[in-house]
């Protein structure tokens, strides 16, 4: 659980990826890719910020997905398009929905483009890269989270969270999937906040790397 974590150790842990921010920072100098897979369309003014899109399986109102989106607009440094399941869809693993026909609606959430779909995260982030949704190419990450419960050993191939993810990873994109501990009549909701704090220094040192192509290559 997030709340069990030794605040020095979150404190070492944001630290140590703030010092590798600024020695990239020296070594790259300013270079910019003149062709980045970031940049907007629809006419807009473009955002040159990396495009991160968000997804979960709890459903687009669950407390992680809520906590994280937040979390990532405060920091200013990606540009957040949100597109996930309008229910729970947590144990729907790579499921697709072929025999029904898909909703889709827009939805606030505090200044990210958000859609909710009423398929699994696999239909949500299939439909976010198909080009359906959002003026974009293809965002820079996919991040699938936060889940409420472990991801691990043979949880996984149940979870649709991980799924949202692999989808990602299997479409050439850069992908994570975040999942924290529950404990039935322990945690609560707001746990969640704590597991942001923790994991948020994380994403953003891999949007950075993205940006800089020091992220692994996929290849099929």
């Not at 997804?55 to 597109?83: D, K, Q, Y």
């Amino acid at each position: 659980m997030a709340t069990q974590m030794p605040p020095n150790l979150v404190a070492n842990l944001q630290n140590v990826l703030v010092g590798r921010k600024g020695k990239g920072d020296e070594e790259q100098g300013e270079e910019k890719d003149p062709n980045p897979i970031t940049s907007g369309g629809g006419g807009e003014e473009e955002d040159s910020r990396p495009i991160v899109l968000l997804t979960n399986a709890g459903g687009i109102s669950s407390p992680g997905l809520t906590f994280l989106a937040e979390a990532l607009l405060r920091s200013g440094l990606c540009n957040l398009h949100v597109c996930a399941p309008d229910s729970d869809k947590s144990m729907s693993g790579h499921s697709v929905t072929v025999r029904e026909t898909l909703s889709v609606s827009s939805t606030d959430m505090n200044g990210a483009t958000a859609f909710e779909v009423s398929g699994t995260p696999v239909d949500c982030v299939s439909l976010a890269l198909s080009g359906a949704l959002f003026s974009w190419s293809r965002p820079a990450l996919v991040v699938s989270g936060i889940n409420r419960g472990s991801s691990c050993g043979h949880h996984i191939p149940y979870l649709g969270a991980v799924a949202g993810a692999r989808e990602a990873f299997m479409c050439g994109v850069p992908s994570i999937s975040i999942s924290m501990s529950w404990r039935k009549d322990e945690s609560k909701e707001s746990d969640f906040k704590d597991a942001v704090d923790v994991c948020l220094p994380l994403l953003l040192a891999a949007i950075r790397d993205i940006e800089r192509g020091l992220s692994p290559k996929l290849a099929f």
